[in-house]
């Protein structure tokens, strides 16, 4: 009997130590995954940290008779670190009753650091004239895994006052 009861405090021990090391596995998959989908987040957010966007210059005015209008803006980068994929811009037109309509378009290439890049806004503007336009946004984005992603935070905006449709 006392060689049983000796084997039963072994398998016993066994039994323990096998159910903490699939506690210790279940915990490590746990934290690892967590890790992992946290890790593009992280990356982002690294990157963005250098990134800041300033207005240099907007000239011409909108023409808001309808026929022209173009603009040329200027934005510029500030000092940081990493190469960005592009700016995206997202032109927002104030119209009757409301109605907002939404344009966005992509300036793909980096913009060194302290470099300047040049925006005609009707090469993005192709399907008809600017005259409604309120405000446009622009914002540095990264490709990563083949998606776009914009940098929260650092985004410009020009606002314009719009004659055919003033703010109320």
């Known amino acids: ?6 084997m039963s405090a072994i398998v016993t021990t066994v039994i323990l130590v096998a159910l903490a090391l699939i506690a ?14 946290s890790k593009d987040d992280i990356l982002i957010n690294e990157k963005c940290l250098g990134v800041s966007l300033t207005k240099v210059y907007d000239d011409p005015p909108f023409d808001f008779d309808g026929l022209k209008g173009n603009s040329t803006l200027i934005i510029k980068r500030g000092i940081g670190n990493g190469d960005i994929d592009g700016v995206r811009g ?11 309509i939404s344009t966005t378009f992509f300036i793909e290439g980096n913009i060194l650091p302290s470099n300047e890049k040049k925006i005609e806004l009707h090469d993005y503007f192709d399907s008809g004239p600017l005259w409604g336009i309120s405000n446009i946004t622009f914002t540095p984005y990264f490709t990563i895994n083949e998606e776009n992603i914009t940098c929260a935070g650092k985004t410009i905006v020009w606002e314009y006052d719009n004659p055919y449709f003033p703010r109320t």
């Not at 009997?1 to 000796?6: H, I, L, T, V």
């Open 24 to 37: 210790v596995g279940i915990v490590w998959a746990v934290i690892q995954n967590l890790i992992e989908s």
């Open 1 to 6: 009997m006392k060689s049983k009861r000796g």
């Open 90 to 100: 997202v032109g927002r037109s104030e119209m009757e009753k409301g109605v907002i």
